[in-house]
Structures are given as C-alpha cells and as structure tokens.
C-alpha cells in the first residue's frame, strides 16, 4: 500500500512539506473554490445540477431509496445542503424512477488538455449528446484547449473511493495514521470553517466497507464518492498560467450539463 498523503490547508490554500504526499488535481480545485470564495454556479443552474445527479444515481442504482443506494445518498445529501426543496428532490428521484415523463438523461465523460497541457476530465448529465459535445468542445478551444479522444487522458487519472471524514478530535498525525491503519491509501488533511476535515482515498471497490470501518473508529463520515484522482501532475509555474488554468476549470464547471471536473495540475500557493 502506498502511504501518500497530500496535505492541504484551506486557509492558505498551501500544500505542506510532509514526506507521505500526493497532489490531487480535482481536490484542490475544489480547495481553491472555496478558499477564493467562487461559487460554483448559480442558485437555479446549482439545483439543474443536482436534480440530474439525483435522477442519474436512482436510474445507475436501481432505487431511490438512499440507504441502498449509495450515490443517491450523496446526491441527496447535496442537494439539502443547498436547500433544495423536498419537492424538487422527490421530482428527480421520480425521474429516475421512469415515474415522470420527460427527457431521458445520459451519463458524459470528455477528455482533453486545457491551458498548459493540464489534462481534464469532465464528468456530465445530458438529455442531448451532441448539444453538450459541441458546447464542451467550444469551451475547450476557445480557451486555449484541446478536446481530444477516448482514453487520451483518462489513463492519467485512476478511479478511486472518496471519503470527506471530519475529525474526531485526535491530533492531526495521530488521526492520519490511524486513517491509514483502517485500510486508506491517501489521506489529504484540510481545515473547514476551523474545522479539521480530511478526504480519504481508498479502491473503488472498497468505497462503502471503507466508509463503514471510518465511521465505526469515531469519525464523522460526511460525503462518501468515486472521483478520478490524478497519478500524473502537470506543474504550473507562473501567475498568468495558473490564471488561465483556474479560469478554464470554472467555465467548464458553469456549463448546465457538467456535474463535475478532474485536472491534474500542481500549483503553488505563491500563485493563487
């Protein structure tokens, strides 16, 4: 098992000097998003997002009922903490459910190289293949990117188990360790609203046991998902570069039919 760990702190947005570490691109985006205040999207596109990552985990899952189906849960659990209203969530589980008429939704993945050659990978919902193709394709070459084919850039990413674990008031190493010891891969560590939180990697397949062994050693287990985790980086070096990356990444995240973007950039905290 590779004892990696990438340690990252919201307030500064710096990555530590800690022998055990890997860079996660798509972690550290969502890092820099919150640190620099951006919201993600507006409040009725944010609710689009949700309510098809809600109908697409009900359709992938076979239930809508969210204590057997595990990604229902975390889109659920998303869409309450932006206060999505019960109606709404019940109207995409429905959806999904083929309960309700209306447009089918299908699961996207794009692949391409943005500024710098950063490689992207861009996880969407859409009723309509060829409109988002054709939408992700212009943002990609408008903005000093290339979209490029199946498989150009998904080898460098793995799929893995991500765990969003809040402290249980150990000290910072100790809790790391013993992460570790439950069966993590990688342990990033980062401070929310004071609060000492850390994502957990671990095999995809091990997703739901690993969250289980979490929460029974005390912790408090808020999000549990698939993410594509980098395993080669890209260095980005100067402001204007860096710049232009994050500005890619977020209008790639403003697009109604993206629910999600990987990257595998390495920035610095002088930069942002």
Partial sequence: MGHKQTLFNLEKISVASYDLKIMSGHSKWSTIK?????????????????????????KMGGSGDPESNPRLRV????????????????????????KLPGQTLEEVLYEGFGPSKVAFLVEG????????????????????G?????????????RKGEIRVKSKGGGLEDEILELIDLGAEDVEDYKEDNIQKYLVYTESS?????????????????????????????????????????????KLED??????????????????
């Fill in 34 to 58: 919150r640190q620099k205040g951006v919201a993600d999207i507006k409040r009725g596109q944010t609710f689009t997002k949700l309510a098809n990552a809600i109908t697409i985990a009900v």
């Fill in 75 to 98: 889109a659920a659990d998303a869409a309450r903490a932006v206060n999505m209203p019960k109606e709404n969530i019940q109207r995409a589980i429905d959806r999904g459910l083929g």
């Fill in 125 to 144: 919902v859409t009723d309509n293949k060829m409109r988002t193709l054709q939408e992700i394709k212009n943002i990609f070459e408008r903005n000093g």
């Fill in 146 to 158: 290339s979209l490029a084919g199946q498989g150009s850039v998904a080898y460098m990413f793995d």
């Fill in 206 to 250: 091990e997703l739901n046991t690993m969250g289980n062994k979490i929460t029974q050693a005390g912790y408090g287990v808020e999000s549990q998902e698939l993410v594509f985790k980098p395993n080669v980086l890209v260095a980005i070096n100067d402001a204007e570069s860096a710049k232009k990356v994050l500005d890619f990444a977020a």
């Fill in 255 to 272: 697009s109604d039919d993206v629910q999600k973007v990987y990257a595998n950039f390495d920035i610095p905290e002088e930069l942002i």
